[in-house]
């Protein structure tokens, strides 16, 4: 699952998706007629390929509940624009994307018109993995082993915290780049010595692989990493001037996901059967596995699913604010609501 923070021009971006999508752009929120039911098209703009953070939102589809929702929904996957400028855009009403690296997209020169209206994970679930016994069990077995980077400012800002948390020093870990597919492949294969995963996705594929792993998770060594990872946005312009879509949206993928929570195997075949891209051959059992484990995460100890907690999503902004790795500070109650959910 992509891990990038938006450093590429926004002009350069935006003019890219809106020549090379003009065409899903134009659906936008037309109506259309189907059973002589007036349907009103959403598009919403995934991350990556279907995986089962998605869940939820094929199972809304394919169980009929947006339909019910009076909405037409199209699912897409644009590898080379990102879904914040889809949305940002209005090529897209919603997408995916996560807390960090949306603080790139409130803190520009020009800061992209979007929100996030609801989390899909309640809580951080990413972590380091390694090889069994190599003693990257805690931060500070980073000493001396090789790391996997994406080099973004947040990221590094992150495992310079962890490690030195436990009294190593950071600059002893040897950095290399991050362009890795298989996580337990690569470390199989000596590649690297420590990734950045997400447990649902890069443990749970160790685990089918029969591959033996370290791991441990950010938000147990500093609460201030249980940051929202991933949630869901929407256009701005959109959900304010046409509330009562935004909000059938968000009621028909919220029950997509409680179904999901309470049917695990069913949904992981309904996500199977809806993949379009073809990604997914091959990987069912990484999907009916990765779906028993992801499925308890959805609302895990939160009342509902996709409720933001406003301590939880400025306190992670206040660490970047302190620490100085955004271009403008990020006031409190910036880039979220729950205005949106039931």
């Keep these: 699952m992509k891990k990038v923070i938006l450093v590429v021009s926004l002009a350069i971006i935006i003019i890219l998706g809106i020549f090379a999508y003009v065409k899903i752009a134009e659906k936008g929120l037309q109506e259309t007629s189907s059973n002589d039911n007036q349907l009103k098209k959403v598009t919403f703009a995934l991350d990556w390929t279907p995986n089962t953070n998605h869940t939820g939102l094929y199972v809304a589809k394919e169980k009929g509940y947006f339909k019910e929702a009076g909405l037409d929904v199209d699912i897409v996957f644009i590898e080379e624009s990102s879904s914040a400028t889809l949305c940002a855009t209005g090529v897209a009403q919603f997408g995916i994307e996560a807390q960090d690296t949306l603080a790139a997209a409130f803190t520009g020169d020009e800061p992209l018109g979007i929100t996030a209206v609801a989390t899909i994970l309640q809580h951080n679930t990413s ?31 992150m495992m310079k915290l962890l490690v030195e948390k436990e009294g190593g020093n950071f600059d002893n870990v040897k950095l290399i780049p991050n362009n890795i597919v298989d996580e337990p492949g690569a470390l199989e294969a000596n590649q690297t010595d420590a990734i950045w995963v997400f447990y649902g996705w890069g443990c749970i594929n160790a ?65 199977i059967n809806s993949d379009n891209t073809n990604s997914l051959k091959g990987s069912e059992e990484l999907v009916r596995k990765s779906q028993e484990w992801i499925s308890k995460q959805y609302i895990d100890d939160a009342e509902k699913w996709g409720y933001i907690t406003p301590e939880r999503w400025d306190a992670f902004y206040d660490w970047l604010n302190e620490n ?13 609501t729950n205005e949106y959910l039931d």
């Design 324 to 336: 100085n790795l955004t271009e403008k500070e990020i006031p409190h109650g910036t880039g979220y």
């Design 127 to 157: 972590g380091i993995i390694s090889r069994k016994g190599d003693g990257i069990d805690t931060p500070k077995g980073l000493i001396g082993k090789r790391y996997s980077t994406w080099n973004s400012p947040i990221e590094l800002a």
């Design 207 to 271: 685990e089918v692989q029969g591959f033996d792993f370290d791991y441990f998770n950010f938000k147990d060594i500093e609460s201030v990493f249980d940051y929202y990872t991933p949630v869901v946005i929407a256009n701005n312009e959109f959900f304010n001037n046409d509330p009562e879509t935004a909000k059938a949206f968000l009621s028909a993928l919220r029950k997509g996901y409680e179904y999901a929570v309470e049917n695990p195997e069913e949904s992981a075949e309904i996500l």
